[in-house]
């Protein structure tokens, strides 16, 4: 899979599903099928999503055909995308009609007769449900994108309940919602979930300001469960920064994005130089766009005095990626799972936060000064904050020695109680 966070919760949810229920049957519906199948995910069959999302087939013609992301050959192709969600959904409907009644669907088959088959739907832990990234400007791109996002989960759970399957949400970040839209489809959606865990306070106060009727678990992020398969040998650097960049692609303005490069690029140079370190980019969804994280790497070291101290490792697979991080002396990651998978394995992080689900789990870490937004991201207070983690690294990591063992222990308890509530109600 191009997102290794993506790829660790998915990992993450199938592994304690089976540590829980033992040997069960999975199926998997997902955007990205041949990534999935790629990485080796345990499933009996990994299958599209019941609608297809506008972005993910925007995304895929832009590839095929090399469109630019920022053209309106794209725009075209998001339009379109939304055209066909829509030609979907009536498909869809009559379908879901024909298989409930025993007959064969025109559409989706195999999905639709492994939910009416199952004995439980699970809505995989991320971000399903929501409107904008809430540190980031809201455009009318990213509204439709969101809006499509969370009109197609709500379908896809509103389906499992008319098939009367019980439905967990698995850890997730929800909101921001910022137009009636956006908290009716939300609503819709947590209301016909048997349980609703959530992995920040952030996101647990919005969802009940939503007044849903489900039982809500505050949790954490189950990619903290994460653990690698096997190791590898690293020719990483004692003293090495890894640095995870990233930008949440048409949100930011083309300014702010150079801004974001060379504020990081000068305070990478001060470490350096002032720290003694090396650092090392180590990007984690390469999607092969402009400005996707091995482009922004690039972009940043290419501002760089001291190239020489600094490189950039592209890995394939979500074991390595995340043994480079745990070498690591600290992180700076722009993206959540980097921070995620770093502190899992005790390494002080610097996060630059887009969006509430960074905030949230740093202030479970009890680490909230260990976050800088990424509206206000300058040299001088990037290095500032490199350097107070850095001298006070073996603290940051004793604590986390404490803190992670208790998140990954709630966790595990959370999903045990919603499959053990959910699969004795069905």
Request: proline content about 4%; some cysteine.
């Amino acid at each position: 899979m191009n997102n290794k966070g993506t790829e660790a919760l998915i990992k993450s949810d199938v592994q304690i599903i089976e540590e829980l229920l033992g040997n069960v049957s999975i199926s998997v519906s997902t955007t990205d099928v041949e990534g999935v199948k790629r990485v080796g995910v345990r499933s009996d069959i990994v299958l599209p999503l019941l609608l297809s999302i506008p972005y993910s087939f925007a995304d895929n013609m832009t590839k095929r055909f090399r469109i630019s992301r920022y053209s309106i050959k794209y725009k075209i192709l998001a339009f379109m995308g939304v055209l066909n969600l829509f030609v979907g959904i009536v498909l869809l409907i009559f379908s879901t009609l024909l298989t409930r009644i025993g007959l064969r669907p025109l559409f989706r088959s195999t999905a639709l007769k492994r939910i009416k088959d199952c004995d439980l739907v699970v809505s995989c832990s991320d971000e399903n449900f929501k409107e904008a990234a809430s540190l980031l400007p809201t455009t009318f791109y990213w509204l439709l994108n969101w809006w499509s996002i969370l009109f197609v989960r709500t379908i896809d759970i509103t389906i499992a309940k008319f098939f009367r399957k019980p439905v967990i949400i698995f850890p997730n970040s929800i909101g921001p919602f910022k137009t009636g839209v956006g908290r009716f489809l939300g609503r819709l959606a947590l209301n016909n979930a048997n349980i609703v865990l959530i992995r920040e306070k952030i996101s647990f106060k919005i969802v009940e300001d939503l007044n849903i009727s489900p039982p809500r678990i505050l949790t954490s992020d189950s990619a903290l469960l994460f653990k690698t398969s096997k190791r590898f040998e690293l020719n990483a650097p004692k003293n090495a920064i890894g640095v995870c960049p990233g930008v949440y692609a048409q949100t930011l303005s083309m300014e702010k994005v150079q801004n974001y490069i060379v504020e990081h690029a000068h305070a990478l140079d001060m470490a350096i130089e002032k720290l003694q370190c090396e650092i090392i980019f180590l990007p984690h969804f390469i999607s092969g766009f402009e400005n996707d994280d091995l482009d922004i790497s690039r972009q940043i070291m290419s501002k760089m005095r001291n190239k020489t101290k600094a490189k950039i490792v592209r890995v394939e697979s979500l074991d390595e990626f995340k043994s480079y991080l745990e070498s690591m002396s600290m992180i700076i990651s722009s993206k959540l799972h980097p921070a995620i998978l770093g502190s899992s394995g005790f390494v002080p992080t610097l996060c630059i936060a887009y969006d509430q689900k960074q905030v949230g789990f740093f202030d479970t870490l009890m680490m909230p000064e260990n976050v800088v937004a990424i509206n206000d991201i300058t040299s001088e207070l990037l290095f500032s904050k490199i350097s107070q983690i850095w001298m006070d690294k073996d603290n940051i990591r004793k604590n986390l020695e404490i803190i992670i063992p208790q998140l990954q222990k709630n966790i595990k308890e959370a999903i045990r109680i919603a499959l053990s509530q959910s699969i004795n109600r069905k």
